[in-house]
C-alpha cells in the first residue's frame, strides 16, 4: 500500500510538471471531492497526449533535456544518495495482486520470484504498463490476443526497454 502511494505521488508530481498547468494551492481554494465528469475533463485537459507528435513513446521525460540536467546538477550541494527502493513485498494484498515470492535455497542463498509489470513493485519503468480502460500513453491501444500471441509488443523485444510502439 506504501508503495502505491508512493508511485501515485510520483505520477502526480510528473503529470503537474509535465503540464505546467496547475493552480497554486492558494488558487485551487478550498478541496472538493473529484466527480467522474472532472476525471475525464482532466484527462483531456491536463493530457499530454500528442504534445510531442503522434509517434510520440516517452511522453513528459521530453521535458528532461541536457540544459535541465545541467541546471539540476548546479542546484546540489551536498553529496549523499537517497534510495527509491523499497522493502520485497511478499503479502498478497489489494494493491499486490502478485507479491514477491522468496524462498530459502541454502544458507547464504535465497531466490526471489518476481512480477515485474504493475505498480505493486519497486518501479514503474515505462508508459507501458499504465492504461486506463485498456489505452495507453498516447491513444495506443493493443490487441491484447496479438500481443500474447507474439510474446509482448515488438519494440519492447527489439530494444528490451518495454516503451510501446504505436
Not at 493552480?23 to 475525464?40: C, I
Not at 519497486?122 to 500474447?148: C, I, Q, W
Request: a neutral charge; proline letters at 3%.
Amino acid at each position: 500500500m506504501r508503495r502505491t502511494f508512493a508511485v501515485g505521488i510520483f505520477a502526480l508530481l510528473m503529470l503537474v510538471a509535465a503540464t505546467e498547468k496547475a493552480p497554486s494551492p492558494e488558487a485551487a481554494g478550498s478541496v472538493q471531492a473529484v466527480t467522474k465528469a472532472d476525471f475525464e475533463r482532466w484527462k483531456t485537459e491536463l493530457s499530454n497526449w500528442g504534445r510531442w507528435g503522434k509517434a510520440d513513446e516517452v511522453g513528459a521525460i521530453n521535458l528532461i533535456t541536457p540544459a535541465k540536467r545541467r541546471r539540476a546538477a548546479d542546484l546540489v550541494k551536498e553529496g549523499f544518495s537517497v534510495s527509491l527502493a523499497g522493502d520485497a513485498d511478499t503479502e498478497k494484498a489489494i494493491d499486490n495482486a502478485n507479491p514477491y515470492e522468496h524462498s530459502m535455497l541454502a544458507l547464504g542463498s535465497d531466490r526471489f520470484g518476481v512480477a515485474f509489470h504493475g505498480i505493486a513493485h519497486t518501479r514503474l519503468d515505462s508508459l507501458a504498463h499504465v492504461n486506463y480502460d485498456g489505452v495507453f500513453y498516447n491513444g495506443y491501444a493493443p490487441d491484447k490476443e496479438e500481443v500474447m500471441k507474439r510474446g509482448g509488443h515488438a519494440l519492447a523485444r527489439e530494444s528490451n526497454c518495454h516503451i510501446l510502439k504505436a
